[in-house]
Nanobody
Framework: VQLQASGGGLVQAGGSLRLSCAISGRTFSSHVMGWLRQAPGKEREFVAAIRWGSGVKHYADPVKGRFTISRDSAKNTVYLQMDSLTAEDTARYYC??????????????WGQGTLVTVSS
């Protein structure tokens, strides 16, 4: 399995970005796809997740109402739409797959990460 993330970049505060994660390999309904992020000097944190089969979504409190995770089963791709970005969202974002847990605490596969920088 390979996860190829893209879409990061530099954006002004209040702006939007959409991250994409192309998944190579089969994705089963029980799998959970999601995003973790790590800001400089901070610990890695959960951002959002979606269970592939049911489409049930989970969000971290800091991004609720601003970020939207979605998936396209036909394209085997997961997205993270990020709106109303703030400087606190600056981080490297990792696309991940957890074969079981919706909080992504037991990640099985990692993408290479894509950098999001929000200028204030």
């Amino acid at each position: 399995v390979q996860l190829q993330a893209s879409g990061g970049g530099l954006v002004q505060a209040g702006g939007s970005l959409r991250l994409s994660c192309a998944i190579s390999g089969r994705t089963f309904s029980s799998h959970v796809m999601g995003w973790l992020r790590q800001a400089p000097g901070k610990e890695r944190e959960f951002v959002a997740a979606i269970r592939w089969g049911s489409g049930v979504k989970h969000y971290a409190d800091p991004v609720k109402g601003r970020f939207t995770i979605s998936r396209d089963s036909a394209k085997n791709t997961v997205y993270l739409q990020m709106d109303s970005l703030t400087a606190e969202d600056t981080a490297r974002y990792y696309c991940v797959r957890d074969n079981r847990y919706s909080d992504l605490h037991s990640v099985n596969y990692w993408g290479q990460g894509t950098l999001v920088t929000v200028s204030s």
